[in-house]
C-alpha cells in the first residue's frame, strides 16, 4: 500500500505543477498580447527656411521708401542721434543723383558719417551704393550682402582693419554710406528709419 499511496502523491503534485504551469504562461501570453504597442514618435519640420538676419521681413513684396525727396528721406533725429548736413556729396551728384548730402549723425557720444543721395530709379541707386562700396574697399569682400524689407533695396557691410564698419546701401530711390565704430555703425544701420 505504501508504493500507491506514494504514487498518488506524485501524480497529484504533478497536476498541481501542470495547473500551476499552464496558468503562469497563460497570464505571460495574455498579457504579452493584450499589452498596447509602442506609441509611435512622429516629428514635424518647418516647410519654410527660417529667416537668415533679424532684420529680414516676412511681406511678400518689396515695400519702397514712401519719401519723396531726399529731405524727406533723412530723419532730422533718430535714436538719441541728430543729424547735420555739412555739404553736398561730389562723388553722388558727379555719377547723376538728383540730390545728394553729406553729414553726421551725432549722440553725446558716437559720430556716424552718413552720405544720402536720391535718384531717379531705384537700379541707378543700387549700382551706385555697390560700386561706390567696391571702389572704396579695394579686393574686400562684404562681410553683409543682403536684401532689405523683402527685396526694396539692398546692402554691403565691410569692416576695415582699423575696426571701422561701412554700410553702402541703396532702397528704392535713395542709396546711403554710413562709417563709424563697426558695432555702433551696424547697429545704427539696422534700426534706421526706412
Known sequence: ????????RFVIIGAILIVVIGIVVLLLVRNG???????????????TPPPNTPHTTTSASPTPPTATDLDSYVPESFAGYTWEATAEDPVAIEAGAIDATTGAFQSSDETILSSFAEWNTAEEAAAFAQQRGIDENPGQTPLVDDSISAGAGHYWYYVVDDDTGLIYWYFGRFSGRMTGDAYSVQEFFLGFPR
Do not use: F, H
Not at 500500500?1 to 498518488?8: D, H, P, Q, T, V
Not at 509602442?38 to 516647410?47: C, E, G, I, L
Open 33 to 47: 498580447s493584450s499589452s498596447s504597442p509602442a506609441p509611435s514618435v512622429t516629428a514635424s519640420y518647418p516647410t
Open 1 to 8: 500500500m505504501g508504493s500507491n499511496a506514494g504514487r498518488k
